[in-house]
C-alpha cells in the first residue's frame, strides 16, 4: 500500500505579475479572491490584502522584475511570497512621522505577528530563474466553510 503525503511546503498558486505599479492591485485581487475561496477568515483576508500590497510596492520601487507571487501550503498555514530578481535585502526601517516611504515592512511584521521574512528562492513560473522571495504567514487554523 502507497501513502501520498502532502509536502512540507506546497505550492497552491503562483502568479507573474506586471512589472508596473499596476503589479500591486493586481496581486491585492489575486490574493483576495484565492483566500476568499479557501474560506480564510475576513479578517485575515483583510490583513493579507494589505500586507500583499506593501510587499509588492516594496519589490517595484526597489527591487527589478520580474514579478511573481506564491501562495504555499504549509502544515497548518498558508505562507504568501513576492519574488523579485532584486539583490538589495529587505529590512525595517525607522521612520519619522513625516516620512512618506518605509513603514512597509514593519507592517509586514505586525500584522504577521513578526511571522514574515525573506529568502533566496527560484520562480515557480519562470524555470531556472533565480531571485528573493519576501514572505508572510497567514494562520489557517481556523478557516471555515460559510
Same mark, same amino acid.
Given at each position: 500500500?502507497?501513502?501520498?503525503?502532502?509536502?512540507?511546503?506546497?505550492?497552491?498558486?503562483?502568479?507573474?505579475?506586471?512589472?508596473?505599479?499596476?503589479?500591486?492591485?493586481?496581486?491585492?485581487?489575486?490574493?483576495?479572491?484565492?483566500?476568499?475561496?479557501?474560506?480564510?477568515?475576513?479578517?485575515?483576508?483583510?490583513?493579507?490584502?494589505?500586507?500583499?500590497?506593501?510587499?509588492?510596492?516594496?519589490?517595484?520601487?526597489?527591487?527589478?522584475?520580474?514579478?511573481?507571487?506564491?501562495?504555499?501550503?504549509?502544515?497548518?498555514?498558508?505562507?504568501?511570497?513576492?519574488?523579485?530578481?532584486?539583490?538589495?535585502?529587505?529590512?525595517?526601517? &525607522? =521612520?519619522?512621522?513625516? *516620512? !512618506?516611504?518605509?513603514?512597509?515592512?514593519? %507592517? @509586514?511584521?505586525?500584522?504577521s505577528g513578526g511571522r514574515c521574512g525573506?529568502?533566496?528562492?527560484?520562480? &515557480? =513560473?519562470?524555470?531556472? *530563474? !533565480?531571485?528573493?522571495?519576501?514572505?508572510? %504567514? @497567514?494562520?489557517?487554523?481556523?478557516?471555515?466553510?460559510?
Amino acid at each position: 500500500m502507497v501513502t501520498l503525503l502532502q509536502p512540507r511546503s506546497a505550492i497552491v498558486a503562483a502568479w507573474p505579475l506586471r512589472e508596473d505599479a499596476q503589479a500591486a492591485a493586481q496581486a491585492r485581487d489575486l490574493i483576495l479572491e484565492v483566500l476568499t475561496g479557501l474560506y480564510v477568515p475576513r479578517d485575515r483576508v483583510d490583513d493579507a490584502v494589505l500586507m500583499v500590497s506593501e510587499l509588492v510596492g516594496n519589490a517595484v520601487m526597489y527591487g527589478d522584475p520580474p514579478f511573481e507571487l506564491l501562495l504555499r501550503s504549509l502544515e497548518g498555514e498558508l505562507r504568501v511570497e513576492m519574488v523579485d530578481s532584486g539583490t538589495i535585502s529587505p529590512a525595517i526601517r &525607522a =521612520t519619522g512621522v513625516e *516620512s !512618506e516611504h518605509g513603514r512597509g515592512l514593519g %507592517i @509586514v511584521f505586525e500584522l504577521s505577528g513578526g511571522r514574515c521574512g525573506w529568502r533566496n528562492t527560484t520562480y &515557480a =513560473t519562470r524555470s531556472g *530563474s !533565480e531571485g528573493k522571495a519576501v514572505w508572510f %504567514i @497567514v494562520p489557517t487554523s481556523q478557516m471555515y466553510p460559510p
